[in-house]
């Protein structure tokens, strides 16, 4: 059995890799877990980058790790507009939110763009193995597939580390909140061609990366 540092604070995308990858040929420890108090500096120009950062960072504690880093668009705002959140999603306009300022500032963005507005996460991953780096970047294609919609209206449930999913809506109805098996796998009618192929990629990346 391998272990398997996850580089991450949020107990939803260690969920998500024990998803992907199953606990029989794998045990998943986190920072918390081995004493790690630090945190990376996160100077990536976009998910990839910033990813690598944070598994270099880990792999300095452990063998094996798997780090994350996502890119939030807003397609309502134009690309230079200063609300949109990019790599900053926790420090939207220089301030660094915790969880329920984030789902304030995001609940009242949406209020001023209408009630909802378009969105979509693109992920970055890299793996450290002993060394050597791996990495997987979704690709910008799959950003359509993925479109959900971020709304003003918060639904009552919360998922830990991951504010913004009480108000996520998916294009097809229902709060990511709703349904625990859908979100974690991100099943959706519209996820076809780019997205489904990363999906499958992203598990094949990680066994291969890990081994």
């Known amino acids: ?19 992907i990858l199953g606990e029989r040929d794998y045990k998943f420890v986190t ?10 500096d996160e100077t990536g120009r976009d998910q990839l980058e910033n990813a690598v950062i944070k598994a270099r960072f880990y792999g300095g504690y452990h063998d094996r790790v798997i780090c994350m880093d996502s890119g939030l668009t807003l397609k309502d705002l134009p690309r230079d507009d200063p609300r949109q959140p990019g790599l900053h999603v926790r420090s939207p306009m ?3 939110l915790d969880d329920d300022g984030m789902l304030e500032y995001y609940r ?4 001023a763009l209408g009630g909802r507005t378009a969105a979509c996460w693109l992920d970055g991953t890299a793996v450290w193995n002993r060394g050597r780096i791996y990495t997987l970047a979704e690709p910008a294609e799959a950003a359509d597939e993925k479109t ?7 639904s009552g449930k919360r998922h830990d580390g991951w504010p913004l ?3 996520s809506v998916y294009t097809d ?7 625990e098996l859908r979100h974690i796998t991100q099943s959706s009618p519209d996820i ?5 192929r990363y999906r499958a990629d992203l598990r094949r990346f990680l066994e291969e990366s890990l081994a």
Not at 31 to 40: Q, S, Y
């Open 1 to 19: 059995m391998k272990e398997v540092l996850i580089g991450t604070t949020n107990p939803s995308k260690v969920d998500k890799y024990r998803f």
């Open 192 to 196: 076809s061609g780019a997205a489904e």
């Open 173 to 179: 109805g229902g709060y990511f909140t709703d349904d």
């Open 148 to 154: 959900f919609y971020l709304v003003d209206v918060p």
């Open 165 to 167: 999913d009480s108000i």
């Open 108 to 111: 009242s963005l949406a209020a």
């Open 31 to 40: 920072p918390a877990n081995l004493g790690i108090t630090g945190e990376p």
């Open 94 to 96: 220089g301030v660094r």
